[in-house]
């Protein structure tokens, strides 16, 4: 099965600076790479997914970018603000989309802290 | 439009107890799943259902049952609850032709004493 490896447990940024949170996968066939942020006493909450026929997507502050070849792919936070201080989970996945019960694998996660 | 619904919030169970833990979705969603999370270790499915009627083992089904009640609800059953059970539960919905990913609940914080 898949098996996703996510990097840094923690990261320490001061506000403004740029964050960047690593991840590599097993599973040559997955497709679909999405990102959760995960605030406390909440569930995770889906902040950006790309597949595996894109290289890089952006969202005003936050950007992916993945390497096939490699097999990894990262999270860009730029200019972070306290409020993205949060645990980060990156996952992977066959997805299909005409198909029911794809599975997410996810990382073992990433607390960001964003300090003044 | 409430999402995903997880009852109860917080739990506290004595070992050998059973419980259910219920999920419920408004969306109209296909496949529903059950992810347990624990320190350091990320979501781990436990299980899921693809469709109404249909259910699968995940990464860690060991000492759980579900039932899909209907398309809405999707119920995890603890029979006999252990102290490795103590974890964060999240359940989890997405429609069949998901352009996106999961939609998940507030999680199920429980503890098995």
């Known amino acids: 099965g898949e098996n996703v490896e996510q990097h840094p447990s923690t990261l320490s940024v001061q506000e403004g600076d740029s964050a960047v949170i690593k991840c590599t996968y097993s599973?040559?066939?997955?497709?679909?790479f999405p990102w959760y942020k995960q605030e406390l006493g909440k569930g995770p909450q889906l902040i950006i997914d790309?597949?595996?026929?894109?290289g890089e997507k952006k969202d005003q502050r936050i950007a992916v970018t993945l390497n096939k070849t490699a097999k990894h792919f990262s999270l860009h936070i730029t200019e972070t603000q306290p409020e993205d201080s949060a645990v980060y989970f990156c996952?992977?996945?066959?997805?299909?989309?005409?198909?029911?019960?794809?599975?997410?694998?996810f990382g073992t996660g990433t607390q960001l802290k964003v300090e003044l | 439009n409430a999402g995903v619904t997880q009852t109860p919030k917080f739990q506290v169970l004595k070992t050998g107890q059973s419980m259910t833990l219920q999920c419920a979705q408004d969306m109209n969603h296909n496949s529903m799943y059950w992810y347990r999370q624990d320190p350091g270790m990320g979501l781990r499915l436990i299980y899921y259902?693809?469709?109404?009627?249909?259910?699968d083992k995940g990464e860690v089904p060991n000492g759980y049952n579900v039932s899909r009640l209907n398309k809405r609800e999707f119920s995890l059953r603890l029979e006999s609850a252990a102290p490795s059970q103590t974890s964060v539960y999240f359940c989890?919905?997405?429609?069949?032709?998901?352009?996106?990913?999961?939609?998940f609940g507030s999680g199920t914080r429980l503890t098995v004493v």
């Open positions: 599973d040559s066939a997955s497709n679909y």
């Open positions: 790309i597949r595996s026929n894109v």
């Open positions: 989890a919905s997405i429609v069949r032709r998901g352009a996106s990913g999961y939609t």
């Open positions: 996952a992977a996945s066959r997805w299909i989309l005409t198909g029911g019960g794809n599975k997410l694998t």
């Open positions: 259902s693809a469709s109404e009627g249909t259910t």
